[in-house]
């Protein structure tokens, strides 16, 4: 129904500027006549079916732009063409040749004319019935910001106040009837004009950059979020949704460091590679790291199957979007399953490993001690012996900052699995064994970031386990990053610890999340704020310091975030009788006895939980 009246709205602006060009190009009023009527049937029946062909009638108005006003243009150049061959064909007495030209021109400003008031009248009638969301600064007044707020004036969503941009070239200037304010001016604006959110369309910023704004912006009651992608914004159909809420890595992440590029290819280019725990957070980021450096087979190894498919499919997309020949193999198994590892192996003879199958929720392993050594020690040992026996040249344990004097159970046996790696680098072997270290990670499915972030949404209260618990920081690409540069360096036995920057308390992030959101914290001092932050103390085995080193002085390498630790271990020959112990008391349930063993192995090993380390 909607096409047809615009079919007979064109239709009808199409006889009105037949009318209006004999106007001007007779210089008068007048009444057609005779010939002249042809003409005014031409127009209807040359333009409908070309606009047809263009598919101007698919175009939905509200979110038309320059894309549908180019078709439209093209379209009635076309008719242009097509009018003017045939007047100058029939040569009609009373129609000026010059009609073919003069003709099109009106038509194509009352079409455009038409679409324009269409576009904002249904974008009014849509703002009337949905209302607006809230009042907006876009911070940055670059091309970004500019398209962000084209966007926005179609979708409604948001009262644009204005630009916020530090370059003072563009201080004071508008920007399709919008001013640009200095940043200094921030907290008077949104005092002023009541802001609910800002925006950050600085896409090239730097982090320190992007930091220092942030920062500056913490403290204001407003709702603080990053620009959406290009592709949301070029369907011109930007809604809240779309908005990408500010990204803690903004604050915790660091600039990164270039990659080394043979360091980093050095054991993927042209290998087989495999890679355990495949469908996980760290796991998936070392996937699709290594498939980029074009290894000839890539083994995605995981006893998820969900994770597994999904990990697959991210893959296939990034292949083909970068026109990459990697053969990605899918492969369901568990690391505690040595028959369908040695099968594994033998079959497609990985070269390098990259182990990061474990299990790593502290509270589960402690309420779960035999299922975190079957998977984290022997799963370990298992994948170890496996690569070895299929003449892999390299395996590298991702290991964690938890195996440092462990307080619980998971450290304990991750540490446990360095250990094995160490004895079994001791041994006359083809396989270089070595080990990466590093805390937690953003947005892994462990990280509390998700976790704060679905408390927020949810009214609160966010929960922290103590005030003083600390814990470093690093986002997942530039620690997969980093372990594939630390595996490269490996000589046998090695301990490499990435740099994690300074701890952060996880009150303070827990503060900045909230505060970030728009929000307040609602305390005994601001009980109007709100989000409550609830203190509910330390989970079974959770320490409040984590630490990287077991000993001192680590020795640097080649790369400026990765040192490499000095660190005693076990030789086999000594360790063997701890593993069948452990593998026992695993077998049995017994905690007790696995604790003890566990104790008798692992350095600083305590049941109880560290105030200070």
């Known amino acids: 129904m909607k096409r047809l009246v615009v079919v007979a709205l064109d239709v009808v602006l199409a006889l009105l ?25 031409m127009a209807p029946v040359l333009s409908v079916p070309v606009f047809v062909r263009f598919g ?23 008719y242009a063409v097509l009018l003017t061959a045939i007047l100058w064909w029939m040569r009609l007495p009373g129609v000026p040749r010059s009609l073919g030209i003069l003709q099109p021109l009106v038509f194509l400003f009352l079409v455009g004319s038409s679409r324009a008031v269409a576009r904002f009248w249904l974008a009014d009638l849509a703002r009337a019935q949905t209302g607006v969301v809230g009042r907006l600064l876009i911070y940055g007044a670059g091309t970004s910001g500019v398209q962000t707020s084209a966007a926005l004036r179609l979708s409604q969503q948001y009262s644009l106040v204005g630009f916020v941009d530090d370059d003072a070239n ?24 009541n802001v609910t959110d800002i925006l950050l369309a600085l896409p090239s910023a ?26 949301d914004l070029a369907s011109g159909r930007v809604t809240v949704q779309d908005f990408r809420e500010l990204d803690i890595e903004d604050l915790l992440g660091r600039e990164p460091v270039p990659p080394l590029g043979d360091l980093l290819a050095r054991d993927l280019a042209g290998q087989v590679v495999l890679v355990s725990g495949a469908g996980g957070s760290i796991g998936g980021e070392l996937t699709r790291q290594i498939v980029l450096q074009r290894p000839n087979q890539l083994l995605l190894l995981d006893h998820n199957e969900f994770g597994l498919y999904a990990i697959h499919q991210d893959l296939q997309a990034i292949c083909k979007a970068a026109g990459l020949s990697v053969e990605l193999v899918p492969l369901l198994g568990s690391v505690i399953n040595p028959q369908r590892l040695q099968a594994v192996c033998d079959r497609y003879r990985p070269a390098t490993v990259y182990h990061a199958a474990a299990y790593k929720h502290v ?43 462990p307080t619980n159970v998971m450290g304990a046996t991750k540490r446990m699995a360095e250990l094995v790696l ?3 680098a001791d041994k006359s072997s083809d396989t270089t064994f070595c080990m990466v270290r590093f805390g937690n990670v953003l947005g892994s499915s462990g990280s509390v970031v998700p976790l704060f972030r679905k408390q927020i949404a949810a009214g609160g209260p966010v929960t922290v386990t103590h005030t003083e618990v600390t814990r470093y920081f690093m986002t997942i690409p530039e620690a997969a990053q980093l372990v594939l540069q630390a595996g490269a360096m490996g000589q046998g036995g090695d301990v490499f610890v990435l740099d994690m920057g300074e701890p952060v308390k996880i009150i303070d992030l827990a503060r900045n999340m909230v505060q970030l959101s728009g929000l307040k914290v609602r305390d005994a001092e601001h009980t109007e704020g709100d989000i409550e932050i609830a203190v509910t103390g330390l989970r079974p085995g959770e320490k409040l310091y984590e630490e990287l080193l077991i000993g001192d002085n680590p020795a640097p390498t080649e ?28 077998e049995a349930g017994n905690t007790t006895a696995i604790k003890a063993v566990l104790t008798s192995c692992v350095h600083g090993y305590t049941t109880q939980p560290l105030a200070e380390v």
């Open 170 to 193: 563009k201080v004071g200037r508008s920007i399709n009837g919008t001013r640009v304010y200095a940043s200094a001016m921030v907290p008077e604006l949104v005092a002023e004009h």
């Open 17 to 41: 500027a037949t009318w209006v060009a004999f106007a001007l190009r007779l210089d008068g009023f007048y009444w057609p006549t005779g010939a002249q009527w042809a003409v005014f049937l």
């Open 56 to 78: 101007l009638y698919r175009a939905i108005f509200r979110y038309s732009g320059q894309a549908a006003l180019h078709a439209t243009g093209m379209a009635v150049l076309v």
């Open 422 to 424: 160490q004895a079994l």
């Open 363 to 405: 509270p589960m392993v402690e309420d779960n001690p035999g299922e975190g050594v079957r998977n984290n020690v022997f799963g370990t040992l298992n994948l170890a012996q496996a690569a070895a026996n299929s003449g892999a040249k390299r395996f590298v344990l991702i290991s964690t900052d938890k195996a440092v004097r």
């Open 559 to 586: 790369h400026p975030r990765i040192m490499k630790a000095h660190e005693v271990h076990l030789p086999w020959p000594v360790l063997a009788p701890h593993l069948q112990a452990l593998e026992q008391a695993a």
């Open 206 to 231: 730097t982090r320190d950059c992007r930091n220092a704004i942030v920062q500056k912006l913490r403290p204001l009651p407003v709702h603080v979020r990053s620009l959406p992608g290009l592709s």
